[in-house]
């Protein structure tokens, strides 16, 4: 059974909780807040409720509230104050230090019964829901250490430095091509196909995470054949056209192979995400000859581009109020920016007609076609 601490000044009103509670508890009283908080110390945590009266000599129960709290009590046991006081002052002051709950006088046995049992029940489960989180923020900690210990291990390897060079040497061949294709559109049709370049190395940290993830071992050979994404580059692009024209300038060059692709942009994903992605196989030249290293490229417009940053704080953000309206905005906001995407797409091509209709009659012919398309 159960202990249940009854504390009151009021002998009769001891006594009546007693032979109310006794068939369900085991109760044990005290006439003031000091012998209270002497008996909660010699049961080390081992009393179910506090039944706390307010007005009493020597210590009243708001200092017995304070002190529990100052000596972390009231997290483990929780109280129950036994009061005549009706003022909704006093119980708004009581609930703010920490109070679970209120049983007025006159007391009616089956009131006080199910306040009990229902507030016992209800601080179990807020303990056992307390400490799973605990377990599963310290099984976190530990596997952050864990990844840590093998991401430094990584690092300190002399082969993984080496292999990371060598991302970061393909990411450098895909931007100079890619700036070659910008600079040359510029000069010749007075048009840009792309408005930014971002690129990134994944770091060790993230390296091993997702090759746990995928249950490989993190070693340099799992690196090279299981992962595509260790370097990355993103193309920010005015229009989604420019996106699959770019796409296709970059990839039919002889020495460039398309490993994969994952069109994001006719096929969303659920959330309304949208872009590009391409796995390409990239030729980089080192003092020790050629070698063929993997590059994920991404394509988006600008306005996706924004988005997805905006969702991916989301993701990663814990403690977001209201996370699946603001999922469902961002969906609706994601359709909307597409609608926006084509229309101002639409627009250009409208302007490019007029302007070049002269230039390119007809417009029947590929070449004509590519070079309306960036003029």
């Known amino acids: 059974m159960q202990r249940i601490l009854v504390v009151d000044d009021t002998e009769l009103n001891r006594n009546l909780l007693y032979h ?13 807040g000091e012998a209270a908080l002497r008996k909660l110390k010699e049961s080390r945590g081992g009393t179910a409720a506090l039944l706390l009266d307010l007005r009493m000599p020597k210590m009243d129960g708001f200092a ?48 006080v019964k199910n306040r009990i049992r229902n507030t016992i029940e209800l601080f179990e489960c807020k303990n056992q829901l307390e400490q799973k989180v605990e377990e599963q923020e310290e099984a976190l900690r530990r596997q952050d250490r864990i990844i840590r210990i093998q991401a430094e291990k990584l690092r300190e390897a002399k082969s993984f430095d080496r292999m990371m060079l060598e991302y ?102 659920s959330n309304g995400y949208r872009s590009l992605h391409l796995i390409l196989s990239v030729p980089i030249f080192l003092s020790g000859g ?23 704080k989301l993701k990663y953000k814990k403690d977001v109020d209201d996370a699946d309206e603001i999922v469902s905005q961002l969906k609706a906001c994601a359709d909307s920016i597409e609608t926006l995407d084509y229309q101002m797409q639409e627009i250009r091509n409208r302007i490019d007609l007029g302007k070049d209709a002269k230039k390119y009659p007809g417009g029947g ?11």
């Open 290 to 312: 050629k070698k063929n290293m993997n590059v994920e490229m991404q394509f988006r417009t600008i306005a996706m581009d924004f988005w997805a940053s905006l969702e991916h």
């Open 168 to 269: 970061g040497a393909a990411i450098m061949e895909v931007e100079t091509r890619l700036k070659s294709l910008n600079a040359e559109f510029s000069q010749e049709y007075n048009r840009n196909p792309f408005e930014s370049i971002k690129s990134r190395l994944k770091t060790p940290e993230s390296i091993y995470e997702k090759l746990e993830r995928k249950g490989y071992p993190a070693t340099v050979e799992n690196i090279r054949e299981r992962l595509t994404d260790v370097a990355g580059v993103r193309v920010i692009c005015s229009f989604p056209d420019d996106i699959y024209r770019l796409a296709e300038l970059f990839t039919r060059q002889d020495d460039i192979v398309l490993l994969r692709e994952k069109d994001y942009i006719k096929h969303p994903k």
């Open 20 to 32: 109310i509670l006794k068939e369900d508890y085991i109760v044990d009283t005290a006439e003031d």
């Open 365 to 375: 012919q590929e070449e004509d076609y590519s070079k309306l398309y960036f003029a």
């Open 64 to 111: 017995v509230i304070s002190e529990m709290k100052k000596n972390g009590w009231l997290q483990r046991i929780p109280v129950l104050v036994i009061s005549g006081e009706g003022a909704a002052e006093v119980e708004s002051q009581c609930f703010e230090l920490g109070v679970s709950d209120f049983i007025h006088k006159p007391f009616v046995s089956s009131v």
